[in-house]
C-alpha cells in the first residue's frame, strides 16, 4: 500500500495517522528489546526522506545502561545522523523499550523528543511471553497515538 | 569569520527553514549571540535561563561534542563546522530524576539548572 501522501510544507513530514512498516524490523526491534531487558533498549529506523517508510534498522547503544532510562551515546548518534545524511535518508521511527510499564511515552520522553517528523514507537517488555508495541507522534508536547499497520517485504530482510 | 552551522527539523522554524546558516564567534557562546541576532529566540533553544548548554540538544564542533570541549567556552576558528542534533533521550524515568542524571554527566563549568 502507498502511503506517501505530500504533507502540506508547514508540516513536519508526513502527517498520515498510522505507521507503516515491515514485519522483519518490527520483529527485531522487539528482539533488540527482549535482548537488553531489563535495561531499556533504544534505536531507530531510517528511511528515505519524505517516504514515511521505515526501511533501515540501526540498534543503538543505550550510553545510560539503565532500567529506567535511554540515552543515545552523542557521538554514535553524530555517526549515525551524518549516515542518514548522506543516504538521503532521515529517521522514520525512534524506538525505546519500557521494561516495567506499558508503553506509553512518559513525560521525559515527552520533554525529550525532538524530531517532529518521526514515530515514536514504544515496546514494553514487562511481560514475559508477550510484547506491547505502540506508535506516536510527539509534537511541541502533544502525544497522539497511531496506528501500526504491520505488511511483509517491503525491504529485504 | 564565516562558521557553517547545520541546524536540525526542529530548529529550522527559526532559520527559515534553512539547514545551514552561517555564523561567526570565536567561542560558541559568541556564535550562538551572532546566531540569535539573526534568528531571534534560537539561543532560548540551545541555552538555559540559567546559562546552560541546554540538555535537549547535542551541539557538536566538527567531530567532537563540544560538551568535551569546554560546552559554551568552546573555542572556534573559521571554517570550523558546527552540527546541532537533539538529544535523543527519555525513558520511565520522571523527569526531574532523569534531568538530574544527565546534568550530572557532563563536566561543565555552569551549575546545572535545578530541576522543577
Redesign the interface.
Known amino acids: 500500500m502507498s502511503v506517501a501522501t505530500p504533507g502540506s510544507p508547514n508540516s513536519?513530514?508526513n502527517v498520515n495517522d498510522v505507521l507503516t512498516i515491515d514485519s522483519a524490523i518490527v520483529d527485531a526491534i522487539v528482539a533488540h528489546a527482549r535482548r537488553d531487558h531489563p535495561d531499556?533498549a533504544?534505536g531507530?529506523v531510517a528511511g528515505p526522506i519524505g517516504s514515511d517508510l521505515p526501511t533501515r534498522l540501526i540498534p543503538?547503544d543505550n550510553a545510560?545502561r539503565?532500567?529506567?532510562?535511554?540515552?543515545?551515546d552523542?557521538?554514535e548518534?553524530?555517526r549515525v545522523?551524518r549516515e542518514m545524511d548522506d543516504n538521503d535518508e532521515e529517521p522514520v521511527v525512534?524506538y525505546?523499550s519500557?521494561?516495567?510499564?506499558e508503553a506509553y511515552?512518559?513525560?521525559?520522553?515527552i520533554?525529550?523528543?525532538?524530531?517532529?517528523?518521526a514515530h515514536y514507537v514504544l515496546v514494553s517488555t514487562r511481560e514475559s511471553d508477550s510484547e506491547e508495541i505502540r506508535s506516536f507522534r510527539i509534537v511541541d508536547g502533544v502525544v497522539t497515538e497511531e496506528e501500526i499497520n504491520i505488511v511483509d517485504a517491503t525491504v529485504d530482510a | 569569520m564565516a562558521i557553517e552551522v547545520r541546524v536540525p527539523t526542529i530548529l529550522r522554524s527559526y532559520t527559515g527553514g534553512a539547514k545551514i546558516v552561517e555564523g561567526a564567534g570565536d567561542t560558541l557562546t559568541a556564535l550562538i549571540d551572532d546566531l540569535d541576532a539573526k534568528h531571534n529566540g534560537l539561543k532560548g533553544r540551545l541555552i538555559t535561563p540559567e546559562g546552560g548548554l541546554h540538555r535537549f540538544v547535542n551541539i557538536y564542533v566538527n567531530d567532537e561534542d563540544v560538551r568535551f570541549l569546554g560546552a559554551l567556552d568552546a573555542k572556534l576558528s573559521d571554517g570550523d563546522s558546527i552540527t546541532i542534533l537533539p538529544a535523543v533521550a527519555g525513558g520511565a524515568l520522571g523527569f526531574a530524576a532523569a534531568a538530574a542524571l544527565l546534568g550530572s554527566r557532563y563536566p561543565s563549568n555552569h551549575p546545572a539548572a535545578a530541576p522543577n
Open positions: 513536519h513530514g531499556e533504544c531507530v543503538m545510560a539503565s532500567m529506567t532510562f535511554y540515552e543515545f552523542s557521538m548518534q553524530l545522523w525512534i525505546h519500557h521494561t516495567a510499564t511515552p512518559s513525560r521525559t520522553d520533554s525529550f523528543a525532538g524530531e517532529p517528523g
